[in-house]
């Protein structure tokens, strides 16, 4: 998936977890990302994509923190888990069996938020009660 529509996507959904705490705005921190081996996303290119794309808006400032997982396959042979290898033909070590079942790597997912909701607005107005001075 391109870093674009994957940053859309994102946005997609924070918009929709915003949407949950009306009316009011959560003041996020940190997105907490989940991004598979298996995806294609270039990290970096994400967070890149991602800084632009929240410039101007409320999510301004939040950071796009990743956390790699790694492509884990299951030998259907002698269910073995492996490490896929490109340079195998993602063949399982044990048996040479292509790979079948991912067990993870295809992972896009936000895996948590860090964020703060704003304090109710309890400020008072103080209007001066002094006479006017003579
Ligand atoms: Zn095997």
Not at 8 to 34: C, I, N, Y
Request: aromatic share 6%; glycine share 4%; proline share 10%.
């Amino acid at each position: 998936m391109h870093e674009v529509d994957m940053t859309r996507a994102l946005l997609l959904a924070m918009e929709g977890w915003r949407q949950s705490h009306k009316p009011q705005v959560p003041l996020v921190d940190t997105v907490h990302l989940q991004v598979g081996a298996f995806t294609c996303v270039e990290p970096d290119q994400l967070v890149f994509t991602w800084q632009a794309a929240i410039q101007n808006s409320w999510l301004e400032g939040a950071e796009l923190a990743i956390e790699p997982v790694a492509l884990l396959g299951r030998c259907l042979c002698c269910s073995a888990t492996y490490t896929p290898e490109p340079e195998r033909g993602y063949r399982s070590p044990c048996c040479e069996h292509p790979m079948e079942e991912i067990v993870q790597g295809r992972e896009l997912r936000i895996r948590s938020v860090d964020y703060q909701l704003p304090q109710p607005d309890t400020a008072t107005a103080f209007l001066p009660l002094s006479a006017p001075r003579p």
